[in-house]
């Protein structure tokens, strides 16, 4: 099984960002905590940070031939991106939005999600097991669906 996991605009900069959002996580103890869970539950992990919009599309595109599902966290593009919603919806592969914060208990521009209504499932506000949370039901859901 192989899981492309996209991570969008400033997650780069984690650890340096908003502790009271973020902590002192980084972006390489994120990785590294999906890279050991990918191991336990024996799938292929392919992981690409951007912060640019057209690098998510065309990762969604060209990596759906590859990849049996996705796990993305677009960022502060969720909220507005339309253009990453229609890919996700075009490519026929399922999709877990995560968030290492809770978008609904933040500013108002960031309570809503325009990808949300295509993803299979969305899983917020719980740092780093956010990630492992939506791979783990990720993984379930492609076994359930093999059958």
């Known amino acids: 099984m192989r899981i492309m996991i996209i991570h969008g605009p400033n997650l780069n900069l984690l650890g340096r960002r908003d502790a009271t959002q973020y902590g002192t996580l980084t972006l390489d ?57 229609d890919a996700i919806d075009a490519i026929g592969k399922p999709v877990v939005e995560v968030h290492l914060s809770n978008i609904y208990e933040r500013e108002d521009f960031r309570r809503i999600s325009v990808i949300e209504p295509v993803c299979l499932h969305q899983v917020v506000g719980k740092k780093v097991e956010s990630y492992l949370e939506g791979l783990a039901f990720l993984v379930q859901y492609l076994q359930q669906n093999e059958r």
């Open 29 to 85: 103890k994120v990785n590294r905590a999906i890279r050991k869970q990918a191991r336990e539950l024996q799938v292929e992990a392919r992981i690409l940070q951007t912060n640019h919009e057209g690098t998510i599309i065309d990762t969604l595109h060209r990596r759906r031939k590859w990849a049996d599902g996705f796990l993305v966290n677009p960022g502060a593009l969720t909220h507005y991106s339309y253009a990453i919603r």
